[in-house]
């Protein structure tokens, strides 16, 4: 069975600080694909960062990189230099073929 | 070019009514999601298609859901006798390809539906 698993909640973050938002997931597929969505209070889901299964090095994609360690079935979203617009959910999501799975999310509150 | 698109934004209706959702993907894409949100919850898939079939309908909640596409583009989300439960925020999501792990999604900006 496909799951994907964000077991935080909530997460609160000084500015300019990095924050890791956890998220583990378990297929049997061997080729899949690792997803990270930003959602505002606006309600839009916002690509952020892509990591496949195979790649060897970790996605970076500006101030958000993705630790990918496959062995423990784990691709945390690291957010550096956090700002005030930073704070939104945070979807986790895996796709092995057709359909995506998603997390049930972790919401980030950016302190000033 | 353009994101998707979907209408209405917001749609309130009073039970029992039907109540019609329209998604326009990005031009060329060939796949589209439909997902449901409920308040504070993540994403329930519903349905996807490939070109206008639909391979996957296991997400549909009850037969009171329809979807259908055509010209592999705009796609039209159908509940029936709407419920009270029914009230979420509906998002579509379309991506280029569909069996890739690659295929990124890309989301519209929903329609809300309240049901009275």
């Known amino acids: 069975a496909q799951k994907i698993t964000q077991t935080q909640p909530g997460m609160f973050v000084q500015e300019k600080e990095a924050v890791t938002l956890d998220c583990t997931y378990d297929?049997?597929?061997?080729?899949?694909?690792l997803f990270w969505y930003k959602q505002p209070s606006s309600g839009e889901m916002i690509f952020l960062i892509y990591q496949g299964s195979y790649d060897q090095q970790n996605a970076t994609e500006g101030r958000y990189s993705l630790n990918f360690q496959k062995a423990r079935k784990s691709a945390n979203l690291v957010i550096s230099a956090s700002q005030l617009g930073d704070s939104a959910m945070y979807f986790c999501a895996m796709r092995p073929y057709n359909q995506f799975y998603f997390g049930t999310g972790t919401s980030l509150t950016v302190i000033p | 070019g353009a994101g998707v698109s979907q209408s209405p934004s917001n749609k309130v209706t009073e039970k029992g009514k039907d109540v019609e959702l329209r998604c326009d993907p990005i031009?060329?894409?060939?796949?589209l999601y439909w997902y449901r949100q409920s308040l504070g919850q993540g994403l329930e898939f519903l349905i996807y298609f490939q070109g206008n079939s639909a391979p996957d309908k296991s997400g549909l909640p009850s037969d009171r859901f329809s979807a259908e596409r055509t010209g592999g583009s705009v796609s039209t989300l159908t509940i029936q006798r709407t419920q009270q439960e029914d009230s979420a925020v509906y998002l579509c999501a379309s991506s280029f390809l569909t069996g890739g792990p690659s295929d990124t999604q890309y989301f519209g900006p929903g329609t809300r539906l309240t049901v009275l």
């Open positions: 031009s060329g894409h060939t796949a």
């Open positions: 297929t049997s597929d061997p080729s899949y694909g």
